[in-house]
């Protein structure tokens, strides 16, 4: 599960081989995140290799050997010393602008899952982060973390990028991201279900606490805030409002508030993207989240290994969604 992956030792585990799953399910994504090689999948024979067995894992190719002979062992080792001496060059340049060959000035920011992530992405050339998961701190305990915790991760996270660019992400849970504390009927389909902005506003304790935390951490770092699986405008409007209200709140007991917030929706829903241009004159920004919004256009569960042929992030149809976001932010110049 995510919160499997999420909390691994990283200086113990070398490589993630699971039966199930596909590679833009969450757990391999923050395998990726955590530069662990994952390979996902692999159908139930894996489950049958024995305790102790030898595994090369290439994580590349998405595959597994098993007691592999000597000639195979070394011809991948040659390749982990190409790939190594491959990321140390592209390190030395990674603090470069990032340009196009036609000139194009392009923003390259990080997606984060964590404070400890911060480091690696700035080494690794990030100019911010366009994306904090904010779920880290929620999964792999018995209770909600507290306001004051959560002001001390993001405080963490915003201090660490030394004054550059931060996009959070409110809490994205349920479908195969579930909260043991936060206890849900049983859905026949999750992914389908009460997940990320749906639940908060249905369990508005959450989001109230969490925006009270990003408010604190706003009124002195330069931080933006975004809703996630918005799939209509009343929700977003729904959210804007708890925001407003906790600010109200804060400010009435004397707590700093930043003068401006800069607050955006991600497009992981076709429904939103196809009202991008009603959405546009109310946001500031839109975010894109291709491997929902691909899993949804496509009709194909991202954890699906049966159908992981189907996500395709540059599918026509998953395109011409982005396109249509695309031009109507161009259109409000956002």
Not at 169 to 180: E, H
Not at 190 to 207: K, M, N, S, T, Y
């Amino acid at each position: 599960t995510p919160a499997d992956t999420a909390s691994l030792d990283r200086d113990l585990a070398l490589g993630i081989a699971t039966a199930a799953g596909s590679p833009t399910s969450h757990s391999a994504i923050l395998a990726r995140s955590l530069g662990i090689p994952a390979a996902v999948g692999l159908g139930e024979g894996l489950l049958s290799v024995p305790e102790g067995a030898e595994l090369l894992l290439d994580g590349d190719a998405g595959t597994v050997h098993v007691d592999p002979d000597a000639e195979l062992a070394a011809e991948y080792k040659r390749r982990s010393a190409e790939r190594k001496q491959a990321a140390q060059s592209a390190r030395a340049a990674a603090a470069e602008p990032a340009v196009t060959l036609d000139g194009r000035r392009i923003e390259v920011v990080a997606n984060i899952g964590s404070p400890e992530d911060v480091a690696t992405a700035i080494e690794n050339g990030a100019e911010g982060v366009g994306l904090l998961r904010t779920e880290f701190l929620f999964l792999e305990r018995d209770s909600m973390p507290s306001e004051d915790e959560q002001v001390a991760a993001y405080t963490s996270v915003a201090k660490g990028l030394e004054g550059r660019p931060l996009i959070l992400r409110t809490l994205d849970v349920g479908a195969d991201k579930p909260l043991p504390y936060l206890p849900q009927r049983p859905e026949a389909n999750p992914f389908l279900g009460v997940r990320g902005i749906r639940l908060a506003l249905d369990q508005p304790e959450l989001l109230e606490t969490q925006l009270r935390a990003v408010l604190h951490t706003a009124a002195e770092y330069p931080l933006k805030v975004m809703f996630p699986m918005v799939a209509t405008l009343d929700e977003y409007r729904q959210a804007k409002a708890v925001l407003a209200d906790v600010r109200a709140g804060l400010e009435r007991a004397g707590v700093p508030t930043p003068d401006e917030l800069d607050v955006g929706v991600m497009i992981e829903v076709p429904a939103a993207a196809l009202a991008a241009e009603q959405f546009a004159p109310e946001v500031d920004f839109f975010s894109l989240g291709t491997n929902d919004l691909t899993q949804y256009t496509m009709a194909a569960e991202r954890g699906n290994a049966a159908v992981a042929g189907l996500a395709d992030g540059l599918h026509p149809s998953v395109l011409r969604l982005i396109r249509t976001v695309a031009e109507a932010a161009s259109e409000r110049g956002k």
